[in-house]
T-cell receptor
């Protein structure tokens, strides 16, 4: 199994630009989670989906952030416009609902906003 | 507000030492508690604890949960340099994980 796939692995952009992060969950997993990790705040849940439907987006910091899951094998997290304080590592994780509760994390996208 | 607090924030030890990492929580709809190890990449799963007083063990690592006092500990015996990492505690609230900020463990030869 390829595991959770994220792209890009690194992204450097300038303030005000749009950033799109991508995630492919493990095949067969029906729950997908987006996290942000910083030194100051640790690992924070931004949003999660069950069966492609957003369940809880209370962790999304503000309207500049949006996430979609158009099908079971793909999700995006978009930041528009980006700001320097968005610099962080963004992780995607997936799991199979109803099974043992183990989330599998992707390798993360390191975002730097200049 | 749900919260998970880990201590200490940072720990420096020598190889062969035994360490104890702490995790306390205040969470509504508690289901289980998980421990993850994070090196320079994504967190990897170590243990899931659901019942009080039952120790989970994997090699030199062990963990136990106290649901009455709302905490868990992770023990690592005979530490090795490869144990150097950030150890994350997370609690399942309904269907999502709430993470602590982690304990950074550094093991020197």
């Amino acid at each position: 199994d390829a595991g959770v796939i994220q792209s890009p692995r690194h992204e450097v952009t300038e303030m005000g630009q749009e950033v799109t992060l991508r995630c492919k969950p493990i095949s067969g997993h029906n729950s997908l989670f987006w996290y942000r990790q910083t030194m100051m705040r640790g690992l924070e849940l931004l949003i999660y989906f069950n069966n492609n439907v957003p369940i809880d987006d209370s962790g999304m910091p503000e309207d500049r952030f949006s996430a979609k899951m158009p099908n079971a094998s793909f999700s995006t997290l978009k930041i528009q416009p980006s700001e320097p304080r968005d610099s962080a590592v963004y992780f995607c994780a997936s799991r199979l609902s109803g099974g043992a509760y183990t989330q599998y994390f992707g390798p993360g996208t390191r975002l730097t906003v200049l | 507000e749900d919260k998970v607090v880990q201590s200490p924030l940072s720990l420096v030890v020598h190889e062969g030492d035994t360490v104890t990492l702490n995790c306390s929580y205040e969470v509504t709809n508690f289901r289980s508690l998980l421990w993850y190890k994070q090196e320079k990449k994504a967190p990897t799963f170590l243990f899931m604890l659901t019942s009080s007083g039952i120790e989970k063990k994997s090699g030199r690592l062990s963990s136990i949960l106290d649901k009455k006092e709302l905490f868990s500990i992770l023990n690592i015996t005979a530490t090795q340099t490869g144990d150097s990492a950030v150890y994350l505690c997370a609690v399942i609230n309904t269907d999502k994980l709430i993470f602590g900020t982690g304990t950074r463990l550094q093991v020197f030869p």
